[in-house]
């Protein structure tokens, strides 16, 4: 039925904008539509990264979170559910703790109301003295400045808005091979793709970049340089005004 709703609203829209790349591939092999009326702005994004609000980050949010400068962290921000990963991540998570024992794990998002993820994972965030939640916040770019690695284990997305903006602070990124998410990643030169509902394998993606700092910085460095070339939301507006110029 969703599917057929889907192909009803692109039967009577004149353009379809897809928000990255793979979901364009997704959109054509589904059959949605006509192929000549897909398309994807650039290299993808609804609208483009504020970078703006990064330029001037204030610090006196993260006096009450419980790091030290000694303390290894990993992060995620975003909706708290099963779709997004949060199961595979928590038990990646335990995992790194056996050989990062300083390690803790940043969680920046509300948890929905029908989450969906399994009851260790839920007893392990709000028990885990090295698992820090915070509830949904209208700014998250100070959050991102306490963060090594940016992981983002989602099963499905349009667009990784999260991690381009975990790019544009200098952060390396781990996110999944699949659509939506993989299109925020350049694999080895600005983070890590790793295969969906594997904990095992984002373990291995997080800790070679918690063992090797300067292979994360440089991934950072070419993180961000990315964003400034290719989703800064100005580039992205002009991309969607060309399309109603047609």
Known sequence: MLLYFEK????????????????????????????????????????????DKFQHVASKEMSVLPIDSKDQVIGYVGRLTKDKGIDDLVEAFLLLKETFPMLKLLLVGRLDKDHGLRANTMIKIKMHQDIILLNFQKEVAPFYKKIQVFVFPTHREGFGNVAMEAAYSGLPVVATNVTGAKDTVVHGETGLLTEARNPEELERAIASLLHNPEK???????????????????????GILAMYEL
Do not use: D, Y
Not at 10 to 21: D, L, W, Y
Not at 216 to 238: D, H, L, P, T, Y
């Open 8 to 51: 009803l609203v692109c039967r009577f829209s004149n353009e379809i904008i897809c928000v990255s790349p793979s979901l364009l591939e997704k959109a054509s092999e589904l059959k949605l539509t006509k192929p000549a009326k897909l398309h994807c702005i650039g290299s993808g994004s609804s609208n483009g990264i504020n970078t």
């Open 216 to 238: 994360a910085s440089k991934m950072g460095i070419e993180g961000k340089r990315r964003v400034e070339v290719e989703f800064k939301r100005e580039n992205v507006w002009q």
